[in-house]
């Protein structure tokens, strides 16, 4: 077409127009076609993202510091990426050997992979071995002893999982297997989608990545409740209806802490304490009658007598003591 319209096109466009055959630009209300894969629609909407991103950052804080005291050495862990992707897609982007742990949440049908870097493992294994983590190794292949190892670090992360999601529900994360090859690590057939969640782990300035897979075609008991529940106030389903204190007094109150009764004192010298044998009796600074000084930690608490209850050792409190005695 030229660029410049005769009188004769342009009033040909027009009479087409006014007749219905051509419609105007005015009148066209066109909008841009959005590609739709029917085989792989978006299970999991955006709001529902962001809440399973913040449920796994803060299953990395857990982890990065359960690292910490184990590597004995500074580990950050970042959330890169969470996708939904095609099981095959999954399949070919991990490479062979690799160390795969296989997990499910128990009673659900949910299941799903950990997958940790091959360098991660080896580092790992490296420094919980007491090395400094550049030791080096022939082949890729994890070894059973290896795998025990791991075993400690795939355990942890099932119970940081878990702590993580309480806030969405009890979900008790339990680990099947472990398994060198992807082929045999099945947990849904390749047409599924699966939702891939990705982590850098930086250890000593060297990253290293972690991958969670879910097979998400039976995610929908999770999504209904990710979509029902109001989650912007994180706090797990079990301690809903309670304040912060509560929660710490409940901690507290399960605390376990050391009790010691100080039946008296008494000072021999060096030459008597090696003299000692059997059935020598030490001579203490203290009474028949005087009370014994009961110890939590290293603080005087209480005053109490010992005695025998149903042929058991026993002491039983008899006062508080003052408040000028606690720090003893």
């Known amino acids: 077409m030229a660029e410049v319209l005769s009188q004769q096109e342009i009033d040909l466009l027009l009479n087409k127009v006014k007749s219905g055959e051509e419609q105007s630009p005015a009148q066209t209300n066109e909008k841009e076609a959005v590609l739709f894969d029917f085989r792989l629609p978006n299970r999991i909407s955006k709001n529902q993202l962001r809440t399973i991103r913040n449920i796994h950052e803060n299953f990395a804080e857990s982890f990065a510091s359960f690292l910490v005291s184990k590597l004995q050495c500074i580990v950050n862990i970042n959330v890169t990426s969470i996708d939904q992707i095609y099981y095959s897609e999954y399949i070919l982007s991990v490479s062979n050997p690799a160390c795969l742990y296989t997990f499910e949440i128990k ?36 070894t059973p002893i290896e795998q025990k190892v791991l075993g400690v670090i795939s355990e942890r992360v099932m119970l940081d999982l878990r702590k993580a999601w309480q806030i969405v ?27 891939l969640i990705s982590f850098e782990i930086m250890i000593a300035e060297k990253a290293y990545m972690m991958n969670i897979c879910f097979a998400t075609f039976a995610f929908d008991t999770i999504l209904s409740k990710l979509s029902s529940q109001k989650l912007s106030s994180i706090r797990p389903t079990k301690y809903q209806g309670t304040t912060s204190s509560e929660i710490l007094a409940g901690h507290l109150y399960k605390t376990f802490l050391p009790v010691t009764v100080e039946f008296g004192t008494a ?4 030459k008597e304490l090696f003299e000692l044998e059997k059935g020598d009796i030490i001579k203490l600074d203290t009474m028949i009658s005087d009370e014994h000084l009961i110890k939590i930690g290293t603080k005087t608490l209480f005053y109490g007598r010992a005695g025998v209850v149903n042929k058991h050792k026993a002491i039983k409190i008899t006062q508080k003591a003052e408040l000028n005695n606690k720090i003893q």
């Open 267 to 270: 000072k021999i010298t060096v």
């Open 169 to 195: 529900d009890n979900y008790d994360f339990r680990v099947e297997r472990f398994e060198s090859d992807i082929d045999f690590a099945q947990i849904t057939s390749q047409s599924e989608s699966v939702l």
């Open 107 to 142: 009673n659900t049908d949910i299941k799903g992979i950990l997958e940790l870097n091959i360098d991660l493992s080896l580092t790992l294994v490296d420094r919980l071995l007491g090395g400094n983590g550049t030791g080096t190794k022939q082949s890729n292949i994890i």
